[in-house]
């Protein structure tokens, strides 16, 4: 089913229609989640937190200006909700186990085992990411799995362009040494450079 861009469904949202509200929950939930899980590391913690980001996002919709992309918007909100969240249980230990909650490929090509090795891999380099400290999984995963941009990313965590290309160049090499450790030696090979 098409839906129509966010703006529309904003415009009508703040005419009064709640309901298409829901549109864009459903659009961006598990992008919102899958942020969530990266910085907090605990399923039920973050989807409270995920619940709570949609609720700020609707509370607060009419000061969307329209000058980012309103992923962009939440994605700043879902940052700050997990910022908070971390800062708030920062005396406690935060080491849990890490849950993967990525889209299972398609198995109906002849390449199943082929699906199988892609899927494996990709599962080793989260769990690689998941070793990373909370906020620098958070950015690798809007830059790679995400596919925001660096502006996109600056101004969700605050920084400048130049500040946060830096920041991902240095969580990329601490992710490198973390995948050198523990990944196969022909999983490596593939992301050496």
């Known amino acids: 089913m098409n839906h129509p861009p ?26 919102v989640f899958t942020l969530t899980i990266r910085m907090i590391k605990q399923r039920e913690e973050a989807e409270e937190i995920a619940q709570d980001v949609f609720l700020k996002a609707f509370q607060k919709l009419q000061s969307f ?9 939440l ?18 230990p935060t080491h849990h186990a890490y849950e993967i909650h990525d889209n299972v ?11 199988i090795d892609a899927q494996y891999e990709r599962a080793e380099v989260v769990q690689c990411i998941a070793l990373l400290p909370q906020a620098d999984a958070f950015l690798i995963t809007l ?10 990313i600056a101004q969700i965590i605050g920084l400048t362009k130049n500040n946060t290309k ?27 450079k």
């Open 6 to 31: 966010d703006h529309i469904i904003i415009e009508k949202t703040l005419g009064g229609d709640v309901n298409a509200f829901a549109i864009l929950v459903d659009r961006y939930k598990q992008l």
């Open 143 to 152: 830059y790679y799995l995400h596919e925001q941009s660096l502006e996109e």
């Open 166 to 192: 830096v920041k991902l160049f240095r969580i990329r090499k601490k992710l490198f040494i973390i995948m050198q450790s523990r990944l196969p030696q022909e999983i490596k090979m593939r992301y050496e």
């Open 105 to 115: 490929l398609s198995i109906t090509t002849p390449e199943i085992e082929a699906q």
């Open 65 to 73: 200006k329209g000058d980012s992309k309103f992923s962009t918007w």
């Open 75 to 92: 994605y700043r909100i879902t940052y700050n909700a997990c910022l908070d969240a971390l800062s708030r249980k920062r005396n406690s």
